[in-house]
């Protein structure tokens, strides 16, 4: 039996038809109704039906019950348009966009709502798409797809040091707090479930460092750096810090049983010290100004041991009883804070403290004099090499100045070179932070040397025209040779008829091309990344004489290139010395050439000057009275 549902309601013409019904015509069969039962009779059907389980039933009929619902939503639908058909015939046809944009709006939302086909027990039954879930933050999928890596460089690893952080902060919490717990009684039975939860925290954290992190440092052996998991292991077990990262877990805390919960007894958590030494030198290579770091460090050595000597004076308090003396803590007010104070000004040796009475006050304040004495010379005399350290730069700036003004007043020299020079060193020290680089750089293998100079002035040197096309690594030797020197505003770089020995690349400033009887004349500016005196370096046959009066308009700071230094360079590279050569005869050329039009203007400008003298001392004699002489 076969139901058309496009035959239903036929009353209704064609073009007045659904078109929702249209556009999907449903026939319903008895096989597609009722999946679930099959005519014995069919012997195509009978196989499957033997097969198929008894649940199958419950699947059809949820499918012919969907299947039904949806086609009475249809008819209903269907009805209610007809019924607005009748009762308004005449739509306006304003109104058309607005349905059209209707049944579009209905298509887009046939097409949000696809639905997957999903096959169950031999028979496609329809699933509704789901919603879309929000799109991931790209933080949280950074985090997600993170992976931790297999080997960790400890030296420039940013990571490894950020975990050092917490893995002091660790070490802090019991080297801090271990000795406070001990002797002030800040730790109760009210309190001791938090005291615990903190300990076990870090502990944990000690547990991650050995098991994650130390496994999986990178170290050298025999020149080579070693990634590969089992070495990386086998080596950290067998160093000095495994042994003292396993003694700082060692669990004391099994004799809390017996003696209560004494801080005391996690006092091997203090073993693992190695680390904070090394977060100290990762700190200092990340930093940029690495002497506030050991100021501070100093510093709270200092406050440390104030800190060890207010809780011993509180526990030497507690012992002979609180108040039982003038010399001892009465126990008014906040304690940490007064036995501080008492520790400051014993170990600082300030006075003003009561006498001690019994034998035991005695040593004890007989201790503390002996370790403030000798503890504060240490941290002052460490406090002076941080600060000497940092200073010592401009320290040798300064005895290099004065030395220079000793030598300049000794010998009479004017008071405006003196002025002079000491501009340059202020501007020196104040541009650069060194006198000479090459006092720094020279300790460094040459390899080093080359890579901070193609960092530094490779960006300089590769814009200059004359190098261009040069061998690349002819250019990296030559960044090696070029030396940095400062020039005051009004110094002459160069004097024309001067023998020239060195070539000049301008770092920072402006150079300027002067001429005339007075050498005030500005014939061209030169400015940052141009190159000059290069003539006198490549020419050959005695051109090696200056050709121009070169001087700085303001500070200019240049690059020098000696000859024999680049001499000794092209050896190496005989190409690039063709190339050069064949640029500096260019040059050469264009210099003359310009010089010639120079001349020949000059010239032609002096014909000019004497043919207007004449034509004027002409015109002056016809304009004379007669037998009267006028001088010209």
């Not at 030494?277 to 290579?285: A, G, I, K, L, V």
């Not at 023998?499 to 005030?520: A, C, F, S, T, W």
């Not at 190339?579 to 010639?596: D, E, F, G, H, Y």
């Not at 003298?613 to 004379?624: G, T």
Request: charged content about 25%; glycine content about 6%.
């Amino acid at each position: 039996v076969r139901v058309d549902v496009c035959s239903v309601a036929g009353d209704v013409s064609a073009d007045e038809d659904d078109p929702e019904l249209l556009r999907k015509p449903h026939r319903l069969t008895m096989s597609s109704l009722l999946p679930s039962v099959c005519p014995p009779c069919l012997p195509s059907r009978s196989s499957s039906c033997r097969t198929r389980p008894l649940s199958a039933t419950s699947v059809g009929s949820v499918v012919v019950q969907d299947r039904l619902n949806e086609l009475v939503r249809l008819f209903k639908g269907r009805t209610e348009r007809q019924k607005e058909r009748l009762i308004d015939p005449d739509e306006s046809e304003e109104e058309s966009p607005a349905k059209k944009d209707t049944a579009g709006g209905g298509e887009e939302e046939k097409e949000e709502e696809k639905e997957f086909k999903f096959e169950l027990l031999g028979y496609e039954v329809k699933i509704p798409n789901l919603p879309k879930l929000p799109q991931m933050p790209g933080w949280l999928r950074a985090i997600l797809e993170y992976r931790f890596p297999s080997s960790i460089d400890p030296f420039t690893d940013l990571i490894y040091v950020i975990w050092l952080f917490f893995v002091v902060a660790a070490w802090n919490w019991n080297v801090w707090l271990i000795p406070v717990r001990w002797a002030f009684p800040y730790q109760t039975p009210e309190n001791i479930h938090l005291w615990l939860l903190a300990d076990y925290t870090f502990d944990f954290i000690y547990i991650i460092d050995i098991l994650v992190f130390q496994p999986r440092l990178q170290f050298v052996r025999g020149g080579d750096i070693v990634c590969d998991k089992k070495d990386m292991r086998e080596h950290y077990m067998t160093t000095e810090r495994f042994k003292m990262d396993i003694i700082s877990l060692f669990p004391l805390e099994v004799f809390y049983y017996f003696t209560g919960v004494n801080s005391l007894l996690r006092f091997p958590r203090l073993l693992k010290y190695m680390v904070f030494s090394e977060f100290n030198d990762r700190m200092e290579s990340v930093m940029k100004k690495a002497y506030i770091y050991r100021v501070i460090r100093t510093s709270m050595y200092l406050l440390y041991s104030l800190h060890i000597n207010a809780c011993l004076f509180y526990w030497g308090s507690d012992y002979e009883g609180l108040g039982s003396t003038k010399w001892v803590y009465n126990g008014k007010g906040n304690a940490y804070i007064r036995c501080y104070y008492f520790a400051v000004k014993t170990l600082i040796t300030i006075g003003g403290l009561p006498d001690p009475t019994t034998v035991f006050e005695i040593c004890f304040q007989l201790i503390n004099y002996f370790v403030g004495v000798f503890a504060f010379s240490i941290m002052i005399g460490q406090m002076r090499d941080v600060v000497g350290a940092a200073t010592a730069g401009e320290n040798y700036y300064r005895a290099c100045m004065d030395s220079t003004v000793k030598y300049m007043t000794s010998y009479n020299i004017p008071r405006e070179v003196q002025n002079r020079i000491k501009t340059w060193y202020d501007y020196t020290w104040k541009s650069q932070g060194m006198l000479d680089e090459q006092e720094l750089l020279i300790q460094l293998p040459d390899k080093m040397r080359m890579d901070i100079a193609v960092d530094v002035n490779y960006a300089i040197v590769s814009k200059v025209a004359l190098f261009q096309g040069c061998d690349r690594q002819m250019v990296f030797d030559m960044l090696m040779r070029l030396k940095s020197v400062v020039y005051l505003p009004g110094d002459f770089v160069c004097k024309k008829g001067e023998i020239g020995r060195e070539m000049y690349i301008i770092k920072q400033g402006e150079v300027q091309v002067v001429g005339g009887p007075d050498l005030e004349t500005v014939f061209v500016t030169i400015r940052a990344g141009s190159v000059f005196g290069e003539i006198s370096l490549l020419a050959g046959g005695g051109g090696n004489r200056r050709t121009a009066n070169v001087k700085a308009h303001g500070f200019a700071n240049l690059f020098i290139l000696d000859k024999n230094d680049l001499a000794e360079i092209l050896v190496h590279y005989p190409e690039s010395e063709k190339l050069l050569r064949k640029k500096a005869n260019l040059i050469i050329l264009i210099q003359m050439r310009v010089l010639s039009h120079r001349i020949t203007t000059f010239k032609h400008n002096q014909l000019v000057f004497e043919s207007a003298s004449l034509l004027s001392q002409q015109q002056r004699l016809q304009l004379q009275p007669s037998g009267l002489w006028l001088p010209s």
